[in-house]
């Protein structure tokens, strides 16, 4: 897919909150499971991890 950063590093850029929020539209938009936030993510943002 070539992308510069995977999910995580993103997480350390700008925030779990808004990666899992930006996934969450993209899957709806596009109805698409490739853009639905891993489970991983879900649970450190619903822990109240913080990567920033």
Do not use: K
Not at 1 to 8: A, S, T
Not at 34 to 43: C, F, K, M, T, V
């Amino acid at each position: 897919m070539n992308y510069p950063l995977g999910p995580l590093a993103w997480c350390d850029r700008i925030g779990i909150d808004h990666v899992q929020d930006v996934l969450r539209h993209l899957a709806t938009h596009y109805g698409e499971d490739r853009y639905r936030a891993s489970p991983l993510i879900a649970s450190l943002r619903y822990a109240g991890q913080r990567f920033y």
